[in-house]
């Protein structure tokens, strides 16, 4: 159906087609043929499942959701230009994630990650590793705001040292991303904790404030699983190899203190609010100076060149960019020494595209709308209606793949009824970061969830279930809710204040 508007003169114009509202059950369809799509993949595919089939069963549910959207009366110019407003989100990270590649190479082959490992083995044991591995990387992303630097630099290292001590993959990354989700979560240097009191209409520090209720009893229990975790591991068997391992790296490398500096100098930029762009970029630099300093003998079995200027220029520029491995007497430590460059994120970027091509048509359609607002009519006490915000920032996780649009579309949409229900800004923003920040590494196809399974090499499948702050936070917000625990509201005086 089309609608004819005449100019002021009388003559026609050209029509403008109307469009439909879409309904709930259409709204749904795409997502439900996605959830179809990505199970199957599952099942046939296993842990491959990043290496494309993911990729093209975001494509097709997609092109279910333009063929719907279309139907509804959009014209493939407005949903193309709602896919491109999507992808361009998500540039910052695509770049970032290169970035990390780079860093991950240099920081290799310079002898970073290796001296992490060496010093981590000989003071962590197996007993308290979990725990340890926990605040180190809370400690670290607190400091910077980033829990994607920390994972990508010591939580990297964190990995190395785990599996050195016999563990499993799956529960020291959950314990890493736990403890860098913890500490960008508070730290007032991480641009979600800044977006949500934003969103929300409170100041960033009443928000951290307020956010240590749910936040501290939620990293308290999962501290505590994994010191419990800890005690079951048999300490003697995890650690037997660790002087063979310690002896592999001190052969290849030329191991010192002074390689700390790099680490060091990235956190120190962050925390000085350098951009991460800029600061990873000076970290991966950084790590090829120390290369060229401290592990020249290297250069010649990465380059495949004898010694000199061109073995060590082809030996960086392969770090960067391409799959490397340092060989050594030791097949764990082989293990261990490998990296893929730039080029090992190329499978991530993919994923965050064809997501964001998802999320795109899906938004541009008004599906995601459609679906937000049905989930709010839900909400019909304090407890509902936080559990329901809470929902809707795990549902744009899920179909928007960005925990940035899970802060803001949710916060954009609750403001007003967290008003209407007397309820201080406060109390939105803690939820949207207890559920939109924190679940966004659980979910494989997210930009979170891809980066951190790329950068660790441990699927999302494997870590999440470890990952107990995260899966802790949102039930802990709810519950507070439902309890009627610390929630914040309006004096009558303040409430008409508000409300004017």
């Given amino acids: ?61 997609a092109a279910v959701a333009g063929v719907i959207a279309i139907r509804l009366g959009h ?144 990293i308290g229990l999962a501290l505590l699983i994994y010191l419990v975790w800890g005690f079951t591991i048999d300490g003697g068997s995890s650690g037997e190899n660790i002087p063979e391992i310690l002896s592999a790296i001190d052969g290849v490398f030329n191991i010192t203190p002074l390689l700390f500096i790099v680490p060091a100098a990235v956190i120190f930029m962050i925390v000085k609010k350098v951009p991460a762009l800029p600061a990873l970029l000076g970290g991966t630099l950084l790590g090829a100076l120390f290369a060229i300093i401290f592990q020249p003998q290297i250069f010649s079995s990465i380059s495949g060149m004898d010694g000199g200027f061109q073995s060590g220029y082809v030996a960086i520029m392969r770090a960067m960019y391409t799959k490397i491995s340092i060989v050594t007497e030791n097949a764990m430590v082989n293990d261990l020494l490998s990296t893929s460059g730039m080029a090992g994120m190329l499978n991530t970027i993919w994923l965050i595209l064809t997501a964001m091509v998802f999320g795109g048509v899906m938004e541009s359609a008004n599906m995601l709308q459609r679906i937000a607002s049905a989930i709010i009519s839900l909400a019909h006490s304090t407890g509902s209606l936080i559990a329901s915000t809470a929902a809707s920032a795990l549902f744009f996780n899920i179909t928007a793949s960005d925990q940035y649009l899970a802060i803001v579309v949710p916060g954009r949409m609750f403001r007003t009824a967290y008003r209407e229900r007397n309820l201080k800004p406060e109390v939105l923003s803690r939820t949207l970061e207890d559920s939109g920040t924190v679940t966004s590494v659980l979910v494989p196809w997210n930009t979170c969830g891809a980066t951190q399974a790329t950068v660790l090499g441990v699927s999302t499948f494997v870590y999440a279930p470890f990952a107990f702050f995260n899966i802790i936070s949102p039930f802990m917000t709810i519950i507070f809710g439902y309890l009627n625990i610390n929630i914040r509201r309006f004096p009558k005086e303040e409430e008409e204040k508000a409300a004017a």
């Fill in 75 to 218: 014209n493939w110019d407005d949903i193309q230009n709602g896919v491109v407003k999507s992808i361009s989100s998500a540039m910052s990270a695509i770049l970032i994630l290169f970035l990390i590649g780079a860093l991950s190479g240099t920081w290799l082959l310079s002898g970073v990650v290796p001296a992490m490992i060496y010093y981590g083995l000989q003071i962590l044991n197996p007993t308290i590793f979990l725990f340890a591995a926990c605040i180190v990387a809370a400690i670290v992303s607190l400091a910077t705001g980033s829990s994607w630097s920390t994972i990508a630099t010591v939580g990297i290292a964190l990995l190395g040292i785990g599996k050195a001590l016999g563990m499993e993959e799956g529960v020291i990354a959950g314990a890493i991303i736990s403890g860098a989700y913890f500490g960008d979560k508070m730290s007032p240097l991480s641009d979600t904790t800044n977006l949500a009191p934003a969103m929300a209409g409170t100041d960033l520090f009443t928000h951290i404030r307020y956010m240590v209720y749910t936040t501290g009893p939620s």
């Fill in 1 to 61: 159906m089309e609608i004819d508007k005449k100019s002021t003169d009388g003559t026609p114009t050209k029509s403008i087609p109307l469009i439909k509202k879409p309904g709930l059950g259409l709204s749904l369809f795409p997502l439900g043929v996605l959830i179809i799509l990505l199970g199957t993949n599952v099942y046939f595919f296993g842990d491959d499942t990043l290496a494309g089939s993911n990729q093209i069963a975001l494509l097709l549910s």
